[in-house]
């Protein structure tokens, strides 16, 4: 036998948990490399990768080494005041050790460390033949999995995910021996429960895909997927459409099947007079269906379903799929009908009695208070505040609709549907009521991390509102969130508010948003005992959604020392903290940046050390060294031409100027002692430096770029 060989392990189950799958192929994968590691196992893992199906979880590695290599040992044992008597005889600390190394004293080696020198014991073994390793291994491997719910079965103790009914463990094309939840290693792994139940011989551990291809299974993941993508963009094609492929729904169709094979389908048209979003819902959350798209990107009457069989004659399935998925459009028209004479204003009138915490009151009172805000923000981002204040009241209408009952993730969709066809909002304009309408679905965007923002103004401002709101009620009620506990989403608020206002480039006064929040929901009981009502800390909530912000720029590649930079100036504005952070980044490429970011640090410590002595302003009689003269002279310069750009925002612009002045601040620190003991003459270099460090520090603390 050569010095490598390939390995594989199969466990084969029961139908393992869908969403589980496929990290626990992950965590058996690199379980079994983390222990042939450890014991300093050779592997060459070349394109592996955990393989999966519904019933196995399986390792199949092309290259490891037949055995660990030698086993160097090094013992330390005790020191030589301790190991030896005034004689240079053995203690009995020395002969203890040396017993339990199996050795003569006379046989230790002696080494130093800081504490002195001591005996110790190095020995060499030979390395362990991999398969015998391997069943504990395997038991290391799997023990260390993490089993959502673990499952007993028999009479036994043990538990893992699903039932173990066979296990196959190769290396190379030797079984070998071992066992895992009394189920003994063999070479037969298992085929399709339905086309292939029977065992497959695996002769060999490389030749494992290629024997259950055979047997009508894919246990390759990405070749299983493959297959079912272009089953069902053909299957699409056939019915004169493309397919819609939710990444999700592609995810857990994939680890339903183990030889997936298109049928297409189709349901009555008239279900299609639905909201799209709630068929499609069905169809792929419910169902694990594919909707097909027609023109233009519209739901058609056709979808695919994936069947685990390659059958001869679809028919029958095909009718079981479009049977099952039936009654539930049925339902989705009903409760469309039943909602649309309802109308948005019964719905709304029922928020009323629906609580929405104990001390911020029910939702119809949060509703009144964001339709209070959005009406103030409107005005500020050009948009008709009456229209804001209309579409906000009706915001949240949709939760008492049985539409959004049955399928909550249709939240916002749902009301969209009906403002566009309510007999109450026919005073609007054609042009007004596209507005309202998408408002109402757009208020809850970003629904989630990779979610785009509201697209038309007045969705931004509902938006907005709905999350000063949120935020503002929620530190108010005290449920700021603690380690992993965050009942009201008040993470996900914030960053939905920042990235609302940032990438909509609204440049509002969030410290005033936050006041106005504040203001409308008031002091609240703080549930200690005779204590007084308190409103919302502005600070706190402001600090809260920074802290925000520094996962967001983190996650696009900005450091944290430029993020620092712009925070500690706290902008009032989200949207010039992020035309600061841009400019701060592209000031730190300059090669001027690392010196005058060094420069303004030493500038600040000086100046703090200095205390409140400074005077305001500097005294050009008192500028005595030719250095100091052109240091201030080239700061009020600077003054001038960067008061412009600052006041526009041209941060950019700003920091290059700036830039500009390190030949006067590095002659100045060479040929200037500020310190000095005539007191006039201190005070007036101080007050220069502090001129040169209130514009420096204009943009951003660019301190925070050196070091």
Known sequence: MSDTTSLLIELGTEELPVKALPGLAQALFDGVIDALGKRGVAVERGEAKPLYSPRRLAVMLPSVAIEQPEQASEVLGPYLNIALDADGQPTRALQGFAAKAGVEWTALERTTDNKGERFVHRSVKPGVATRALLPEILREAVAAMPIPKPMRWGDHDHAFARPLHWLVLLLGEEVVEGELFDIRADRMSRGHRFMHDKPVWVGRAEDYVDALRGAKVLVDPDERRARIVEEVEAAAKQAGGSARIDADNLAQVNCLVEWPAAVACSFEPGFLAVPPEALITTMEANQKFFPVLGDGGRLSEHFIGIANIDPKDPTEIRKGYERVIRPRFADAQFFFIEDMKQGLASMNDGLASVTYQAKLGTVADKVARVAKLAEAIAPQVGVDPALAKRAAALSKADLQSRMVNEFPELQGIAGRYYAMQDAALDDLSHDDRNALANALDEAWQPRYSADDIALSPLGKVLAIAERLDTLAGGFAAGLKPTGNKD??????????????????????????????????????????????????????????????????????????????????????????????????????????????????????????????????????????????????????????????????GDYVDALAHLARLRPQVDAFFDQVMVNVEDAPLRNNRLALLRRLSERLGSVAAIEHLSG
């Not at 990438?503 to 948003?513: A, K, R, Y």
């Not at 900005?558 to 009032?572: D, K, Y």
Request: hydrophobic content about 45%.
């Open 487 to 648: 009942p009201f989403a008040l993470r996900r608020n914030a960053l939905g508010l920042a990235r609302t206002v940032i990438e909509s480039g609204f440049d509002l006064d969030l410290p005033q948003l936050l006041d106005a929040a504040i203001a409308t929901i008031g002091p609240l009981p703080t549930g200690k005992k005779d204590g007084p009502a308190v409103p919302a800390d502005r600070a706190e909530v402001h600090d809260f959604i920074l802290d925000r912000l520094r996962g967001y720029y983190a996650d696009k590649g900005v450091p944290a020392q430029h993020f620092n930079a712009v925070a500690e100036l706290r902008p009032a504005s989200l949207y010039d903290f992020d035309r600061r952070v841009d400019a701060i980044g592209t000031f730190a490429a300059l090669p001027e940046a690392e010196a005058l970011a060094a420069a303004n640090k030493r500038i600040n410590n000086i100046l703090r050390k200095a205390g409140d002595d400074v005077p305001d302003a500097v005294d050009p009689a008192l500028l005595k060294e030719p250095a100091e003269a052109a240091l201030a002279e080239a700061v009020e310069a600077v003054y001038a031409e960067t008061g412009h750009a600052l006041a526009h």
